[in-house]
C-alpha cells in the first residue's frame, strides 16, 4: 500500500520536504564516508549498500524528499536492520541513527500495510512481549511440560515456525545461582532502584534479584519498584511510538517517585531506553524536566559495583564477554564489565574477536527477522567457541537467550551467563 502521510504542520519547513518520515535536518549529519560499514552487521552479511546506515539514510531521506514510494522493498531494507548503533560507535560526524530509524519505523507502522504472516508476528510481539501476565499465560503449557520432563516431545509437536521461538526460551524451571543475603545497608548508603523490566521479569527473575543483591551486597540501599512496566524499548523498535511513549511516561513518575540516585536494568536494552527518555520527552509539557533527570540518572551495574571495591568471593575458570549492543553504543559501557570480571580471584578474561558485533537477538529482531537473526548467532558462536571459554558473560537476556539457543544446537560446553547472575555463583562459591 502506497504511503498517504502528509507533513506535519509544526515540523521544520525545508526545500522538497513533503512527508514528515524523520526530524529531517538529522539526515544531514551523515557526509556519505561509509566508516559505518563494516560495523554494519546487516551490510557484513548482504554487502549490500541498501542494507547498511548510509543506503538506509539514502531511504529514509528519499522517502522524506517524495522520491520514493514506501513500498515493500524499501520497507524490507528498514526491516532488516538490528538496531544495534554500531553504525553511531563508528561514525565520525554523530548522526542519530537510532532516533531516525524509530521514527522511520513509526512512519511505516502508519502508513504500510503488511503482508498477513509478518503483520502477525509483529502483532504477537506487542501483544505479549510488553506484557508479564501475558506472557507467563502463553508460557504455562510449556512450563507444565518440563515439570513432566516433556519438553522435547512438546517441541516436536509444534509447527516449525513456533519451534524456532521455543527454542529462544530458557528452562522456566530451572534453579540460578542467588546471592548470599548481605547485611543491611546504612541509612546514609547510596539508593539504586532495578528496574525489573517484561521479559526478564518472567524469563530470567533471577537476573534482576541478582543485580539487587550485587547492589546490596557492594553496600548500597536498594528500593522497589512499584509498578513496574515495560520501559517502551520494545515498540520504540517496532515503529509503535505512542505506545512506547506512554510506557516512558509512566516509568519516568515511577521512578522519579523511588527517590533513588542511581537506576539500573539487568537488561541493557531496556537501560538504554531509559536513559533516553530525556530526549524521547523533550517536548512534554509535563515530564520533559524529570524525564531528563531520570535519564541522567540511568548507569550500568559494573559501574556502580566498581565505585565500591573488589567482588567478594573465587571461581577457577575461564571468561569472555559479550558486549550488548545497546550497553556498549548506546551508553557507552565496554571497559566496565571487563574491569569487573578481571579483577575477581580465579577468574581469566579471554576476548573475543567481534566482541561488539551483534548476535541477532536485537530486541524482538531474531523473532521478526528469524533468517538474518541465525546467521548472525552462528557468527557470533563461532567467536565465542574460539576462545575456548568455560563462561560467555553478557549483560542482556535476550543476548543470552539468542547465543544460549545457538550453542546448543552445537552441543557447546559453554555456558552462557548474565553478569549479575554469575557474580552470584561467585558469591555463592565462597572465597
Not at 536492520?81 to 553511531?88: A, I, S, T
Not at 512496566?229 to 522519579?256: I, M, P, Q, S, T
Not at 549483560?395 to 551467563?417: M, T
Amino acid at each position: 500500500m502506497a504511503d498517504t502521510a502528509t507533513r506535519n504542520p509544526a515540523a521544520p519547513t525545508f526545500p522538497g520536504l513533503v512527508r514528515d518520515v524523520v526530524e529531517y535536518d538529522l539526515l544531514f549529519d551523515c557526509v556519505h564516508c561509509g566508516l559505518c560499514l563494516e560495523s554494519c552487521p546487516t551490510y557484513l552479511l548482504t554487502r549490500s549498500e541498501m542494507d547498511s546506515p548510509r543506503g538506509r539514510i539514502y531511504l529514509m531521506k528519499s522517502l522524506a524528499e517524495g522520491r520514493m514510494t514506501l513500498d515493500d522493498d524499501v520497507v524490507r531494507h528498514i526491516d532488516s536492520c538490528l538496531g544495534c548503533r554500531g553504525c553511531e560507535t563508528a561514525c565520525p560526524s554523530g548522526v542519530h541513527y537510532g532516533r531516525l530509524l524509530e521514527r522511520t519505523r513509526d512512519f511505516i507502522d502508519r502508513n504500510h500495510r503488511r503482508g498477513f504472516i509478518d503483520a502477525l508476528r509483529h502483532a504477537a510481539v506487542r501483544f505479549i512481549f510488553p506484557y508479564p501476565a501475558r506472557l507467563r499465560a502463553m508460557l504455562w503449557p510449556l512450563r507444565a511440560a518440563e515439570r513432566l520432563k516433556m519438553r522435547g516431545a512438546l517441541h516436536r509437536l509444534m509447527p516449525r515456525a513456533l519451534r524456532e521461538w521455543i527454542d529462544l526460551v530458557p528452562e522456566l524451571t530451572g534453579v540460578s545461582p542467588a546471592y548470599p543475603e548481605a547485611a543491611r545497608p546504612a541509612a546514609e548508603a547510596p539508593v539504586a532502584v532495578v528496574h525489573h523490566g517484561c521479559v526478564a521479569e518472567v524469563l530470567t527473575p533471577s537476573e534482576n534479584r541478582n543485580t539487587e543483591g550485587a547492589l546490596g551486597a557492594a553496600g548500597y540501599r536498594v528500593v522497589q519498584l512499584a509498578p513496574t512496566v515495560c520501559c517502551g524499548a520494545l515498540d520504540l523498535h517496532d515503529g509503535n511510538l505512542a505506545r512506547g511513549l506512554e510506557f516512558a511516561r509512566r516509568n519516568v513518575r515511577a521512578l522519579k517517585r523511588s527517590g533513588a540516585q542511581a537506576i539500573v536494568s539487568a537488561a541493557s536494552g531496556c537501560a538504554a531506553a531509559i536513559a533516553s527518555y530525556g530526549e524521547l520527552l523533550k517536548d512534554d509539557p509535563e515530564l520533559a524536566g524529570d524525564a531528563r533527570e531520570v535519564s541522567a540518572r540511568a548507569t550500568d551495574l559494573s559501574r556502580l559495583l566498581l565505585a565500591r571495591g573488589k567482588p567478594a568471593g573465587r571461581l577457577e575458570c575461564a571468561v569472555t564477554y559479550h558486549d550488548s549492543c545497546h550497553l556498549a553504543h548506546g551508553m557507552g559501557v565496554r571497559e566496565g564489565p571487563r574491569k569487573l570480571l578481571a579483577s575477581i580471584a580465579g577468574v581469566r578474561l579471554v576476548e573475543m574477536a567481534e566482541s561488539d558485533l551483534c548476535c541477532g537477538s536485537a530486541g524482538s529482531y531474531n523473532l521478526l527477522e528469524p533468517a538474518m537473526a541465525h546467521r548472525l548467532a552462528e557468527r557470533k558462536a563461532d567467536n565465542i567457541e574460539a576462545t575456548g571459554a568455560d563462561y560467555v558473560v553478557l549483560g542482556n537476556p535476550g543476548c543470552e537467550f539468542h547465543i544460549a539457543a545457538e550453542l546448543r544446537r552445537r552441543g557447546s560446553r559453554i555456558r552462557v551467563i548474565h553478569l549479575a547472575d554469575f557474580l552470584a555463583l561467585v558469591a555463592s562459591s565462597g572465597a
